[in-house]
């Protein structure tokens, strides 16, 4: 198998970027909500109207891994920062989404995705890097930490009912 292709996301896939955070969303963390909790969750997390007028957004990008055929493996989103913390500033930046499908974990693949939407973010010249992350993803808290993330803060993120316990972390001084 060929290695995935990364390329910046455009407004003509709205739709698949769409499809893939459904998928990948609950592909992740499915297992953990009831299905009414998803069924309110997921039409308003990506919605197809909003996904593409956030890629018609120039504070903001979006990237798509894909397999030689189109396949989408993997996506991640950022723009200005929206996590409530009292630090976060005008020009603050934040990793919105970050997800491969489950085949497409653990070939380093979200490193070059994440380093991907670093280059993007340092060209911005942000004063700080946020990303929010579930409390229990202890992977992936330990993949920031090894790129320089500290935990800042924690909040509450709602899927339908559901409240996750999440936790803040910045990067400081961003680059």
């Known amino acids: ?29 499915g297992h953990l909500y009831p299905a009414e909790d998803l069924a309110a969750y997921l039409p308003a997390a990506y919605d197809l109207e909003a996904t593409r007028e956030s890629l018609e957004d120039s504070l903001q990008a979006s990237w798509l891994l894909q397999t030689e055929t189109g396949e989408p493996v993997g996506f991640a989103t950022a723009g200005p920062c929206g996590l409530p913390h009292p630090e976060v500033g005008d020009a603050a930046l934040e990793l919105k989404r970050i997800y491969l499908t489950g085949p497409a974990q653990g070939a380093g693949l979200g490193g070059c995705l994440f380093d991907e939407v670093m280059d993007w973010m340092a060209a911005q010249a942000p004063p700080d890097i946020w990303i929010g992350v579930w409390s229990e993803n202890l992977g992936a808290q330990r993949f920031y930490a090894r790129r320089g993330f500290e935990k800042v803060g924690e909040y509450g993120f709602p899927v339908g009912r559901t409240l996750d316990h999440e936790f803040i ?6 680059f």
């Open 1 to 29: 198998m060929n290695p995935p292709i990364l390329r910046r996301a455009t407004t003509a896939d709205a739709a698949l970027l769409a499809r893939i955070g459904r998928e990948t969303f609950v592909e992740t963390f």
């Open 169 to 174: 972390l910045r990067r400081r001084p961003a």
